[in-house]
């Protein structure tokens, strides 16, 4: 059983910075080849899910969202096998739960790796607060 761990979320100022972290059990070696896809999404107050960034584990290709590119770096470290999500020049906008989402199966074109539909693992969230 896949379960995934956030961490990292806190309060900072317009500007900071803050490294999330997700952390991913019951994904082994073996099964990683199969885990294909891992990302972060983030939800605000009154507002719909949206995709952040997107990694395929396999290969290390990534994706990001247009309003978090330049800012954003999504990475892994397989031998934790921890997903990272570094974000930096942070603005009040980017105040949300952020989600850490895990697919065995590969979502296709990267137009879908950004989809909360195409993930069925996901974390609890962990809060990030941004003020100006």
């Known amino acids: 059983q896949v379960q995934l761990v956030e961490s990292g979320g806190g309060s900072v100022q317009a500007g900071g910075s803050l490294t999330l972290s997700c952390a991913a059990s019951?994904?082994?070696?073996?099964?990683?080849?199969?885990?294909?896809?891992m990302a972060w999404f983030r939800q605000a107050p009154g507002k719909e899910r949206e995709g952040v960034a997107a990694i395929n584990t396999f290969v290390a290709r990534t994706d990001y969202s247009d309003f978090v590119k330049g800012r954003f770096t999504i990475s892994q470290d397989n031998a934790k096998n921890t997903l990272y999500l570094r974000m930096s020049s942070l603005t009040p906008e980017d105040t949300a739960m952020y989600y850490c989402a895990a697919t065995h199966s590969n979502p296709g074109a990267s137009e879908y790796w950004l989809r909360d539909y195409s993930y069925n693992y996901w974390g609890q969230g962990t809060q990030v607060t941004v003020s100006s």
């Open positions: 019951g994904i082994t070696k073996s099964t990683y080849k199969v885990a294909w896809f």
